[in-house]
T-cell receptor
Framework: NAGVTQTPKFRILKIGQSMTLQCTQD?????MYWYRQDPGMGLKLIYY???????DKGEVPNGYNVSRSTTEDFPLRLELAAPSQTSVYFC??????????????FGQGTRLTVV | AQKVTQAQTEISVVEKEDVTLDCVYE???????LFWYKQPPSGELVFLIR??????QNEISGRYSWNFQKSTSSFNFTITASQVVDSAVYFC???????????????FGKGTHLIIQP
């Protein structure tokens, strides 16, 4: 039972480069999320999705894009990397409806450095 | 808008002492969920507990206990007889329900770094 899997675990990007952070879950969760965690801070929501084909902005969406073509996958794309996007990125998924109270399941995180 | 405040940035105690981590939240919703997560030095996020807004019963799980008080909008976490392995950053988080029947993500506090000294 893999849970939520993120790739890559580490990445160094140059300013202006683009990349996609991959996230997949095998729990058949409808809800998926992307968070970023800056040093000494809590996680902040970038984007979320309540199901395939539906995405919504979170608290800090600027500079990112997402898509949700399948229930399992929720990739996060950085089009023009900037130093301010240096952070640890977490993908998460959760049940929907009344089962949302079971909490979110998090991936291991991707440490991204933009230089 | 919702907000979670963890006023304690860092706490250091000696092993076997009891320690309480504070969490105060703000929300306009009457239905919401509160969570605690642990982030050990390895970096992953470990789910500890969730509590819904209609259930104010305190909960105990081994050395961990949680005190939820709606009157003060607090959801505090106590570790009894702390151990070195409890050293981690602990996050309190809030989730509000939406019309679609689910949550639109968690609002996290900034975390409390707990250091347990041997």
């Amino acid at each position: 039972n893999a849970g939520v899997t993120q790739t890559p675990k580490f990445r160094i990007l140059k300013i202006g480069q683009s990349m996609t952070l991959q996230c997949t879950q095998d729990m058949n969760h409808n809800y998926m999320y992307w968070y970023r965690q800056d040093p000494g801070m809590g996680l902040k929501l970038i984007y979320y999705s309540v199901g395939a084909g539906i995405t919504d902005k979170g608290e800090v969406p600027n500079g990112y894009n997402v898509s949700r073509s399948t229930t399992e996958d929720f990739p996060l794309r950085l089009e023009l990397a900037a130093p301010s996007q240096t952070s640890v990125y977490f993908c998460a998924s959760s049940y929907s409806g009344i089962r949302v109270e079971m909490g979110a399941f998090f991936g291991q995180g991707t440490r991204l450095t933009v230089v | 808008a919702q907000k979670v405040t963890q006023a304690q940035t860092e706490i250091s105690v000696v092993e076997k002492e009891d320690v309480t981590l504070d969490c105060v939240y703000e929300t306009r919703d009457t239905t919401y969920y509160l969570f605690w997560y642990k982030q050990p030095p390895s970096g992953e996020l470990v789910f500890l507990i969730r509590r819904n807004s209609f259930d104010e019963q305190n909960e105990i799980s081994g050395r961990y206990s949680w005190n939820f008080q709606k009157s003060t909008s607090s959801f505090n976490f106590t570790i009894t007889a702390s151990q070195v392995v409890d050293s981690a950053v602990y996050f309190c988080a809030l989730s509000e329900t939406k019309a679609r029947g689910g949550a639109d993500g968690l609002t996290f506090g900034k975390g409390t770094h707990l250091i347990i000294q041997p």
